[in-house]
């Protein structure tokens, strides 16, 4: 027997055991102060994520005006909520706009005092409108807000009408029901607050993974535990035991459970250690998830923004007429209007959307199909999408736009002039063209700055705007001949290639039967309508004109008859094919130039054009 006696056991694997445990425990605590802090961030720490003005107003108008000085209160983007029963409209637009419209009216306005707080006061109809169109704003009772062109955009609910706003201060609200009924009374504007929570994220997601380890440095304790347990104490003796025949059955009388089935003790424990760890996973995975953007700090440097080319508005330069989202929507109610007054050949209609040049040739169309059943139908009105939008800057009317739209399934595209005559009108057409082929446009102000308008007889130009139609009539009556041939650009130029060739067939079609007896004379001469200018970006401008074509057939024989039998234009116009004294037919000519400035090297450029027959009258 040996003499050696037995080492008592080592208390390290205690204190091991023990150090994990207050680890384990520690890690539990810091994790869900951090969890804690970081929820507490994002709920009951973060403040109000809105701010709310109430406008209540005491006496009944038909509309009310919120000043963008009201909306600008606070930084950030504005929503207007109001409610009442029945239809609510509310429109935006620039101040200036909205007091014309309502200067005819009684309204109630809201604004700020001296001291930030809301100024709600009625205004009553301004002195010195009851004139002209103010004056028949003025009868028309409850005059209703919806569809105006002066709106920048619109927006009509029931019963309650939440609109999403983003004004700077030079922009206004208008609220309405219908022009009669009063305004609602119960109206809010609302902000949203910056309560960014930059620490929240990083406190969850970290508090998540101090508790992972919590759970880690547990397990590894309990492990170490049970495999480090001291020697066990002697017990009694313990019988014999016989060994176990694995090849028992679980159905043998002798109710032994087989090894094969019996799970491990390794097994058991892994199955408990992947049980705890779950639940942290998940937990911490759907915190992680929740954190939006602003629950992180924004580390990343400031994008710098890249410089591009700016146009600088001259000096004291006005507001222009529209925006390109309005003009699209202007364009397309015209559009929409005009088609219905095409199909029902309705010139009333029309008028409401056309007036001088595009309304005369609309007027004639209609006339020559109502008499003959294959005449053509005009061109429609291409609203959108609108390439080239040139609004008038000025404050005050008419006011102007021209706009080039393009039709991408016919590969055309169209040039338009619109006006508006005073702040209750509409916009109509007065021009409209189709661009030539090859047509380049000069550079032009974008619409966010617009151009001022050209006098008529401004001397800066290479011709003044009241001179294009006459000079261009001479070149196509005396081509080459004309004093004025030099000024205009004739490369590209198709309107005088059409224009000859429709006069040399015209007349070798007279001379097949009247040459003996009668004479075709042709001759251009400036239209009834007036011109219009929009300056351009080097000092030219675009001039709209119109120019008419006069077609006289005469008898140059004594009681011979000028017969007209295969015009049906003429026929339906005038009731008759023949005439002792002859005919004479007009066609209309809308046309678009580029004139440059009078120190320019360029010449005078036609940019597009249309032709129709205007009228027609027995000598």
């Not at 207007?80 to 239809?87: K, N, P, S, T, V």
């Not at 998830?289 to 330069?317: H, Y």
């Not at 057409?429 to 007889?457: F, N």
Request: net charge negative; aromatic share 6%; charged share 20%.
């Amino acid at each position: 027997m040996s003499n050696r006696r037995a080492a008592p056991p080592c208390a390290c694997p205690g204190k091991v055991i023990f150090v994990r445990f207050v680890w384990a425990v520690a890690a539990f605590v810091l994790a869900t102060v951090m969890i804690g802090a970081g929820i507490a961030q994002r709920t009951i720490f973060q403040g109000p994520r809105t701010e709310t003005t109430a406008i209540s107003v005491e006496e009944e108008t038909p509309y009310l005006l919120i000043d963008g000085a009201v909306l600008n209160q606070m930084p950030g983007t504005q929503t207007l909520r109001a409610q009442a029963e029945g239809d609510i409209f509310a429109s935006y637009g620039r101040t200036a706009d909205m007091e014309a419209w309502l200067a005819d009216a009684t309204y109630t306005r809201v604004g700020l005092d001296a001291d930030g707080g809301l100024d709600i006061s009625v205004v009553e109809p301004q002195a010195g409108t009851d004139d002209g169109a103010a004056a028949d704003a003025a009868e028309e009772p409850g005059r209703s807000p919806v569809g105006s062109d002066l709106w920048l955009d619109e927006y009509q609910q029931t019963d309650l009408l939440i609109a999403p706003l983003q004004l700077p201060e030079e922009m206004s609200v208008l609220v309405a029901a219908d022009g009669t009924a009063p305004a609602p009374s119960e109206v809010t504007v609302t902000w949203p607050l910056q309560t960014s929570t930059p620490w929240a994220g990083p406190l969850i997601v970290l508090g998540g993974i101090l508790m992972a380890v919590g759970v880690f440095l547990y397990i590894l304790g309990i492990r170490h535990v049970r495999r480090k347990r001291g020697p066990r104490r002697k017990g009694l003796p313990l019988p014999v035991t016989e060994p176990i025949d694995i090849a028992i059955d679980n159905d043998d009388d002798k109710g032994v459970i087989s090894n094969s089935q019996a799970p491990t003790r390794r097994a058991v424990a892994s199955g408990r250690r992947a049980f705890a760890v779950l639940p942290v996973v998940a937990v911490s995975a759907l915190l992680f998830s929740g954190c939006s953007a602003d629950a992180w700090p924004q580390l990343g440097a400031t994008p710098t923004p890249t410089p591009t080319a700016t146009v600088i508005a001259p000096e004291g330069q006005q507001a222009p007429a529209v925006t390109k989202a309005q003009a699209e929507r202007i364009l397309t109610r015209i559009a929409a209007t005009v088609a219905d007054a095409d199909a029902a050949m309705d010139g009333d209609l029309a008028a409401t959307r056309l007036e001088g040049a595009a309304l005369a040739a609309r007027d004639t169309n209609y006339k020559l199909r109502a008499a003959i059943a294959d005449y053509a139908v005009p061109a429609p009105i291409l609203a959108k999408p609108l390439e080239v939008v040139l609004p008038q800057a000025y404050d005050g009317w008419p006011r102007s736009v021209i706009a080039v739209a393009d039709d991408d399934e016919s590969k055309t595209s169209s040039i338009m002039l619109m006006t508006q005559q005073d702040a209750w009108s509409e916009y109509k057409l007065s021009y409209i063209a189709s661009l030539e082929a090859s047509t380049t446009l000069p550079d032009l102000a974008p619409a966010y700055i617009g151009a001022s308008q050209v006098e008529p007889d401004s001397p800066f130009l290479l011709l003044p705007p009241d001179q294009v139609a006459a000079a261009y009539a001479d070149v196509i009556n005396n081509t080459e001949n004309s004093e004025y041939y030099d000024l205009f650009e004739a490369e590209g130029d198709q309107m005088r290639v059409a224009i000859a060739a429709d006069r040399q067939r015209r007349l070798d079609d007279f001379n097949q039967t009247g040459a003996s007896t009668g004479k075709f004379e042709f001759t251009s001469e400036p239209g009834a309508h007036a011109p219009f200018a929009l300056q351009t970006v080097e000092s030219g401008a675009i001039v709209a004109v119109n120019i008419s074509e006069v077609e006289n057939i005469t008898p140059t024989v004594a009681e011979a008859y000028i017969r007209l039998p295969s015009n049906k234009a003429v026929q339906a116009i005038t009731g008759t094919d023949q005439s002792l004294t002859g005919f004479a037919t007009t066609y209309i000519d809308q046309v678009f130039f580029y004139v440059p400035n009078g120190g320019s090297n360029e010449k005078i450029r036609l940019l597009g054009y249309s032709s129709s027959v205007l009228d027609a009258k027995i000598l």
